[in-house]
């Protein structure tokens, strides 16, 4: 089975300055993908970026990189220069890439709310 | 192009009553999902769709819980004889397969809340 453990309740961040989201997960799957989402108090999930268990480098996506640490089983989410509009709920999850079916769905840790200060 | 939409965005019942749940992909995309959020919690899988057929409803909680996706396009979530444990936002995502790379778009999501 697989597990998304995110420790952080709750964080702050000056507005401009970078912050961590912390994520550790638990999977016996050998290959897998690693998700970030986004939540705003809309209750739309927003995709923010990926990272497969394959790949070597890490993900950057404009403001978004992930710093993934496989022998941790650590994604943690670099957010910089943030933004007010940064100010939400943030997911990790992952699926498993190699199973027909169960490979499909997405497990969710229990998010991380961020609030960007001015 | 317009994102998945999910109606309605609020729904309140009565405990014991039948609630239908409606969700409509982005076009052209083959697969879909259902994700359940209770209060303070991270999404929780419910089924998955591919085409028309449910190709992995391991996650619906109990019989009381059914979708269907008849043509392949719009979903409906069903639930029969509601109880206060059903509250929760009903969420719905769509990709263009269900290609282990696809993203996952999200809808809105439904908010349920059984009185």
């Known amino acids: 089975a697989q597990k998304i453990t995110q420790t952080q309740p709750g964080m702050f961040v000056q507005e401009k300055e970078a912050v961590t989201l912390d994520c550790t997960y638990d999977?016996?799957?050998?290959?897998?993908?690693l998700f970030w989402y986004k939540q705003p108090s809309s209750g739309e999930m927003i995709f923010l970026i990926y990272q497969g268990s394959y790949d070597e480098q890490n993900a950057t996506e404009g403001r978004y990189s992930l710093n993934f640490q496989k022998a941790r089983k650590s994604a943690n989410l670099v957010i910089s220069a943030s933004q007010l509009g940064d100010s939400a709920m943030y997911f990790c999850?992952?699926?498993?890439?190699?199973?027909?079916?169960?490979?499909?769905?997405?497990?969710f840790g229990e998010g991380t709310q961020l609030t960007v200060n001015p | 192009g317009a994102g998945v939409s999910q109606t309605p965005s609020n729904k309140v019942t009565e405990k014991g009553k039948y609630v239908e749940l409606r969700c409509d992909p982005i076009?052209?995309?083959?697969?879909l999902y259902w994700y359940r959020q209770s209060l303070g919690q991270g999404p929780e899988f419910l089924i998955y769709f591919q085409g028309t057929g449910a190709a992995d409803d391991s996650g619906l909680p109990n019989d009381r819980f059914f979708a269907v996706r008849p043509e392949g396009s719009v979903s409906t979530l069903k639930i029969q004889r509601t109880e206060r444990g059903d509250s929760a936002v009903y969420l719905c995502?769509?990709?263009?397969?269900?290609?282990?790379?696809?993203?996952?778009?999200f809808g809105p999501g439904t908010r349920l809340t059984v009185l």
């Open positions: 076009s052209g995309h083959t697969a």
């Open positions: 995502a769509s990709s263009l397969t269900a290609g282990r790379l696809d993203t996952q778009y």
């Open positions: 999977t016996s799957d050998q290959s897998y993908g």
């Open positions: 999850a992952m699926r498993d890439l190699f199973k027909e079916t169960s490979g499909s769905r997405l497990t």
